[in-house]
């Protein structure tokens, strides 16, 4: 008899389970003949032979690494894995042809795990584990589930707040693979299982589905204390603006952060400290504070408590990110460099990797930030990918490669930290830029999907805070257009991807970036060789989805990391006129989320008479281009103003905060609509 859970094994499900160069290497050794010479016995076992004496057994209902070997390896060995290679071509071998049938039977729905009971979870997981695993439930959690139909990697697949759970082989639990610093038999996989069982009551037919496992859900008095004073604290903020409450407010910084923290509200608390680092920069005259950028955060952090209170769509506990644990340790794993961005803030750098991990299909982000002090001069660039970015490796060479670790931990936002730590070990290697094998989303082929989903995606101000949300590899078929704007010292190019479906690139001169614009030039132009990928940050616009790109994949040179280039002189390119005026709807909804932005700053407690007018204005104007809601929602502002400054009384502030927070939300999804 053939044993289908090793068949149902692929060599990348095989990797994961041990690692690509002991796949690599096994499949050279079955290519040059010096295979396992196999075996199989009548309980199913395979018995495989190799010449260096050593006997690899596998039986059925055992995973790899539970199989025994001669060579006495605690992990998955190089013998474990060649058997597991060539045992379906030793079954195809060996197989009789099998009869022809008049006529076929209805192929077979794909196993769901969802079909697991928990008697087949207690045989194979460690009671703690399964303790463990239902206070989990009790409280309740959310996952992402995606079935798969076993054909090549495409595996039932449930993406956890602190990890993914993937089923290589179906009605084997043994083979669960979790990106968890366990690996197998964690606690993940009856969360993994009891998500589909919700899944597959839900909805039976959609490939994917998000779900909420809860014996009991997020009440909306739960994390009263921590909810009260986050929103507190923001509303003072807004009252008092940047100018008059950027110091002094450390303990109630202090005391509303542990109050999240001991909630578990990942986001929220993540909004709280970004707003503080923002003060800080205000104080220190950093290039990080913008007045919009702490108007975005400030609007966030009151979405994302009213949401947390009232319900919707977004289920509360993934508004306040209540599943994300403060960090979480990975297993082995294989990252894929897709480029990085480079950052100035006076003397300050600081460097962000986006790495890809294949078997999630996931994106993480490697961040490393550089001082200097008065008499150094901060590097640009090249220079700067000398530093260090990962241990033993330089950022440039982590930029251009691919990541093996074995030590990392990941934290809420996607931030990955790189352990050195006993036998914690993290290599850096060269990668060929062939990027084919990412799987969707992380590879887009098709830009008129990627379009659709981001459009159907909830607000930016209730979605998980994760670095590099909007990351993408594009498989290029095609560079239209490539066009150079002086007056922005901003290059623009028409691509098409893999269906002929076009879209933008944008990149605009960054000093700390001498030679990105060139570089991406040459890329385009073909002088670097043929384009094959590009990656980069993807936003929505009235003219379509653009780009903003990272790194280019070209044949014959590899990963090109636009902003580690060097300046040179490149052939000319055609020039065009800077990019014209905005829409009069974009453009109202912009100079409006400046008005609230200026509010912000000065305070509304210090607004000066000047800003009332203006909003009057653009209030007017929204009106006439028929935003009558967003019209009226100013004119609420407004007379809120008047109230709380003839009263001074705490609810008619309060009620001005409030008013602030409608408007700057829903600027915020009309912009966000609108591209």
């Known amino acids: 008899m053939s044993r289908p859970d090793l068949l149902a094994l692929t060599p990348q499900a095989i990797a994961s389970l041990a690692n690509l ?30 010449e260096d004496g050593n006997t690899v057994r596998l039986p059925p209902g055992k995973s790899l690494k539970d199989s025994p070997c001669t060579c006495n390896a605690t992990t998955v060995c190089r013998h474990r894995v060649a058997v597991a290679l060539a045992y379906p071509a030793f079954t195809s071998a060996s197989a009789a042809p099998a009869p022809e049938k008049a006529t076929e039977a209805a192929p077979e729905p794909p196993w769901s795990p969802g079909s697991v009971d928990d008697k087949a979870l207690e045989e194979v997981l460690p009671r703690r584990s399964l303790e463990h695993a239902g206070a989990l439930r009790e409280r309740g959690y959310l996952a992402q589930v995606r079935r798969g139909t076993f054909v090549g990697d495409d595996v039932p ?15 084997n639990l ?30 039976a037919t959609s490939r994917e589905v998000s779900v909420e496992v809860a014996r009991r859900h997020v009440e909306s008095d739960e994390g009263g204390p921590a909810l009260d004073a986050a929103r507190d604290l923001a509303s003072f903020l807004l009252l008092e603006g940047a100018q008059h409450a950027s110091t002094g407010l450390a303990g109630r910084f202090a005391l509303a952060r542990s109050s999240l923290a001991d909630a578990r509200m990942a986001w929220p608390l993540a909004a709280l400290e970004e707003i503080e680092d923002l003060l800080g920069a205000y104080v220190s005259r950093g290039a990080r504070y913008a007045p919009a950028k702490l108007a975005a955060t400030l609007a966030e952090l009151f979405a994302r408590l009213r949401a947390a209170r009232t319900g919707g769509a977004v289920p509360p506990r993934a508004v306040l990110g209540m599943d994300e644990a403060p960090e979480t340790k990975l297993d082995y794993v294989r990252l894929v460099s897709l480029g990085m961005r480079l950052f100035a803030d006076g003397r300050e750098r600081r460097a962000e990797v986006v790495l890809a991990d294949p078997a999630s299909a996931g994106l993480l982000v490697v961040r490393r930030a550089f001082t200097y002090a008065e008499d150094q001069t901060p590097e640009d660039g090249a220079e700067l990918g000398r530093r260090q970015g990962a241990p033993g490796a330089t950022l440039e060479a ?13 934290q809420p936002d996607r931030l990955v930290v790189f352990s050195t730590r006993g036998l914690q070990r993290t290599s850096v290697t060269p990668q060929s830029g062939d990027w084919s094998l990412l799987p969707a989303p992380l590879l887009v082929k098709d830009v008129s999907a990627l379009e659709a989903t981001l459009r159907a995606r909830p607000p930016r101000f209730l979605r998980p805070r994760q670095l590099a949300e909007n990351v993408h590899a594009f498989e290029v078929s095609r560079v239209v257009d490539v066009v150079y704007a002086p007056g922005a010292q901003r290059v623009h190019a028409e691509l098409e991807d893999a269906g002929g479906h076009g879209f933008l690139v944008e990149l605009s001169h960054r000093r700390v970036a001498p030679g990105a614009l060139d570089a991406l030039a040459e890329g385009l132009s073909g002088r670097r060789g043929q384009l094959r990928y590009l990656s980069g940050e993807v936003r929505r616009a009235a003219r379509g989805l653009v780009v903003e790109p990272l790194a280019l994949s070209c044949e014959g040179t590899g990963v090109v990391v636009l902003d580690l280039q060097p300046a040179a002189a490149t052939g000319p390119l055609r020039t065009a006129e800077d990019r014209p005026p905005l829409p009069p709807l974009p453009a109202a909804l912009a100079e409006l989320e400046g008005c609230l932005a200026d509010a912000v700053h000065q305070g509304l407690r210090h607004i000066v008479p000047a800003w009332t007018v203006r909003l009057s204005a653009v209030a007017a104007r929204v009106r006439e281009l028929g935003m009558k809601r967003l019209a009226d929602d100013l004119g609420a502002l407004a007379t809120s103003l008047d109230a709380a400054r003839a009263s001074g009384q705490a609810s008619d502030e309060a009620a001005l905060a409030a008013a602030w927070a409608d408007a700057a939300l829903r600027v915020t999804v009309g912009l966000e609509q609108l591209g």
Not at 32 to 46: F, N, S, W, Y
Not at 178 to 203: I, M, N, Q, Y
């Open 157 to 171: 697949t449930v993406s956890l707040a602190t990890c993914t759970v993937r089923f290589l082989v179906p009605r």
């Open 398 to 410: 982590l930029a251009r490669g691919q990541v093996v670790t074995s030590g990392a931990t990941r």
């Open 21 to 50: 160069g002991l796949v690599k290497r096994a499949q050279k050794e079955i290519e040059q003949g010096k295979g396992p010479r196999l075996e199989e016995l009548a309980d199913g076992t395979v018995v495989g032979s190799f």
């Open 174 to 203: 043994g083979y669960a693979r979790c990106d968890c610093s366990v690996g197998t038999g964690c606690e993940h996989l009856p969360l993994a299982v009891w998500a589909f069982r919700v899944a597959d009551e839900k909805d």
